[in-house]
């Protein structure tokens, strides 16, 4: 059972060799790996080509990180799509394996698990959703680890690929239809080390909620029987999660592992 590993790149040199470190380090055989370069100046094409042919990659502009994550699932050959960004690594020389397993015991549509968040080489916290609650996730109050969520190569397309006009959260636009399809297998082990200096990951909460009513519209998704409903209830979750945040800051000073377990 092939694993597509397709990871996205620009001028991160060094995160794209510890990425392509990891999943040469990967005790499951049957993966092809995957890069889309957006035509980095920093040596990382050169790099690309001093490489073995085992390697699929290309190094051209896009138009952004959506675009690129379409172009390796283009590219991809696998039964299911695993998105690891440069930076980003397997937790485990076993991390495939075990999706591998899960998907041979119950072939599904999708499913995810959980993230060790890692900023400036320290872990800050695990991040991810166990169990899934749909409407929690739906209204934004649960975001999803992409780097720990792995996509039948068949939903990928079903769905479309990414919206690469949506924006930032595009990814949790696409995870919200594809949870419209088929709800996720979910597994609470920790699959991945997710790089949290990224754009992604220093936004507040009311971003994300904001960003979570536009997906809702433009997915055509209720949560309620009212789309304003909905809102409200985003706006509620965006002001508690806020004030929760707030009032945890004294303790993060004292422990910097405390994690709030919602961050992606």
Excluded at 66 to 86: C, E, I, Q
Excluded at 153 to 168: A, Q
Excluded at 169 to 194: I, K, Y
Aim: aromatic share 10%; hydrophobic share 40%.
């Amino acid at each position: 059972m092939k694993i597509s590993v397709i990871t996205i790149a620009w001028n991160d040199l060094e995160g794209l060799k510890k990425t392509i470190a990891s999943v040469k380090d990967q005790a499951w055989s049957d993966i092809e790996h995957i890069i889309v370069d957006g035509g980095s100046t920093d040596g990382s094409a050169e790099y690309l080509a001093s490489l073995d042919d085992s390697l699929q990659w290309i190094s051209e502009k896009d138009d952004g990180r959506y675009d690129a994550m379409n172009k390796g699932a283009k590219m991809a050959t696998g039964s299911l799509l695993w998105f690891l960004h440069s930076s980003d690594t397997f937790h485990s020389s076993e991390s495939a394996s075990f999706v591998a397993s899960k998907f041979t015991e119950s072939e599904f549509h999708w499913g995810y698990g959980l993230s060790n968040i890692i900023r400036e080489s320290t872990s800050i916290g695990v991040g991810g959703q166990v169990p899934f609650e749909h409407a929690r996730f739906l209204i934004g109050g649960r975001i999803i680890p992409h780097q720990a969520t792995v996509f039948s190569r068949e939903l990928f397309w079903e769905v479309g690929g990414y919206d690469t006009k949506f924006g930032l959260t595009a990814d949790q636009l696409f995870m919200m239809e594809c949870s419209m399809r088929s709800l996720p297998a979910v597994w609470a082990e920790v699959l991945c080390d997710f790089d949290a200096l990224g754009a992604g990951s220093t936004r507040n909460a009311w971003a994300h909620y904001k960003d979570m009513i536009r997906a809702r519209g433009v997915a055509n998704v209720r949560v309620t029987r009212s789309a304003t409903i909905d809102s409200a209830l985003s706006v509620f979750f965006a002001g508690f999660t806020m004030l929760e945040r707030l009032l945890r800051r004294p303790l993060r000073r004292a422990n910097p592992k405390l994690s709030t377990g919602d961050a992606s």
